[in-house]
């Protein structure tokens, strides 16, 4: 800290970034959780933006219970990507992907219909081909995190 700033104006000096976190979600035969928003061109993983003083973790539950209707307890963190600012984003964005473990096959998925058009449980390259090339990085990190039960990390 400069000791020449009081504490509330070095704190407002530091860079920010917008956070959002996500779950992995797959089926007994390994296949990803994927929605479609209706307000993106690309499928992602079920997940969102970070709520202010919520942290990641308790954010991945409810997006996660908002967007498909399941209640999950996010377990391991899997991946963190930090993407830099681009386009009208000012600032870079950081998120969180928790391991949120493996659903029956038939269990019931309840959408968010004014966010969400569609879900689907694809197989992991499936999957990668139907996200866009900036976020499917978070998808096979995720992917190697729950192989290897450690965070991968990913900056783009």
């Known amino acids: 800290m400069s000791l020449q ?9 530091l860079a920010t970034s917008y956070l959002a976190s996500s779950g992995l979600i797959t089926d007994p035969e390994g ?6 928003p209706n ?7 079920p997940g969102g933006v970070v709520e202010q003083d919520e942290p990641p973790h308790v954010a991945c539950e409810r997006e996660v219970a908002e967007e498909v209707g399941l209640k999950v307890d996010p377990g391991l963190l899997l991946a963190v990507q930090w993407s830099a600012p681009r386009g009208e984003r000012p600032r870079p964005f950081c998120t969180f992907v928790f391991d949120c473990g493996e659903v029956p096959a038939d269990t019931p998925i309840t ?7 569609d879900y689907a449980f694809l197989d992991p390259d499936a999957a990668l081909a139907r996200m866009h090339p900036a ?4 998808l096979k990190a ?15």
């Open 5 to 13: 700033l009081p504490p509330e104006q070095w704190f407002a000096s």
């Open 31 to 36: 296949r990803v959780l994927l929605v479609d």
């Open 142 to 156: 995720a992917l190697e995190g729950r192989a290897q039960g450690r965070a991968v990390y990913v900056a783009s």
């Open 135 to 138: 976020i499917a990085p978070r």
């Open 39 to 45: 307000y993106r061109e690309h499928w992602t993983l």
């Open 111 to 117: 959408l968010q219909v004014e966010e969400l058009d």
